[in-house]
């Protein structure tokens, strides 16, 4: 596994240079797009595709290849591989198959994002794409009950600059305008770009400047005086005085934007300890 640039071509390792030219295939997202930094490093290793779409078909033939001694790089379109890209199947046979695998480190959006950002560094919680449209809700409600059971960490994501906007008004809905939040456009590039500020100030920001590029989003953690626990068991508590425990959830669900059968769950804890 080989670590490429996530922008500038100049972000290279010697190591990973050493790699390409030395195995018998690349194998790559998109030949086209990986054939640029093979141009510019003079490289001329062979490239084979291994997307989401044929990876699984691929996979067999790839390990009887390595099984006979071959020696494969793989590589993603940028940035380090199987982070939110194709390969962790066929690195998974590679292993169960006993296949020595090795990774070179470099490039990743995820990390210089984190960096550059000015949230806590740590922990952190890299979640991919979001979902689409109405299960994107959901998995951010998801999210903000973890941080109601006590979980403190920043979420990063990768979005398109097209659902950036949307993306932003959704995180608002369930985690507040006056979140920490950053956004880092083009990182590495010549207009690389880092919009901090609240998640009202950011969609402020692009609401005005239609996003372009790269996006990497991130959120910080809840401040330090939240009591989101601590205000869903008070309102569970109320509820259940004069609710059974199935109507007190749905009651509490409705006003505290929390998943109903994280509510009920939590509900259901609390009423046996009743």
Request: glycine share 6%.
């Amino acid at each position: 596994m080989v670590a490429t640039p996530i922008g500038n071509l100049s972000d290279i390792s010697e190591r990973a240079i050493e790699s390409l030219l030395s195995a018998d295939a690349i194998l790559c997202e998109d030949t086209r797009v990986t054939a640029k930094l093979l141009m510019a490093r003079n490289i001329s290793t062979p490239t084979r595709t291994l997307h989401d779409h044929n990876e699984q078909e691929r996979i067999p033939f790839l390990i009887q290849q390595l099984e006979n001694g071959s020696r494969f790089a793989l590589v993603s379109d940028a940035g380090t591989p199987l982070v939110s890209d194709p390969g962790y199947r066929l690195v998974r046979a590679a292993i169960a198959a006993g296949i020595e695998i090795t990774s070179i480190p470099g490039p990743n959006a995820v990390v210089t994002a984190l960096t550059l950002s000015g949230l806590p560094p740590l922990p952190f919680m890299f979640l991919g794409f979001p979902p689409k449209m109405e299960a994107r809700i959901r998995a951010f409600e998801a999210l903000r009950a973890g941080e109601q059971a006590g979980i403190r960490s920043t979420l990063i994501w990768y979005e398109a600059p097209h659902r950036l906007v949307d993306t932003l008004k959704d995180l608002i809905e369930v985690f507040g305008p006056a979140r920490e939040a950053a956004v880092g456009r083009e990182l590495t590039k010549r207009f690389e770009e880092m919009v901090r500020g609240t998640l009202a100030e950011v969609l402020s920001h692009f609401e005005q400047t239609a996003p372009r590029g790269e996006i990497t989003l991130l959120i910080g953690p809840p401040a330090e005086d939240d009591s989101g626990a601590d205000d869903l068991d008070r309102h569970l508590e109320e509820a259940l005085e004069t609710h059974s425990v199935k109507d007190a959830a749905a009651l509490v669900a409705g006003f505290i934007k929390l998943p109903k059968r994280t509510v009920y769950a939590r509900a259901l804890e609390l009423s046996r300890k009743r």
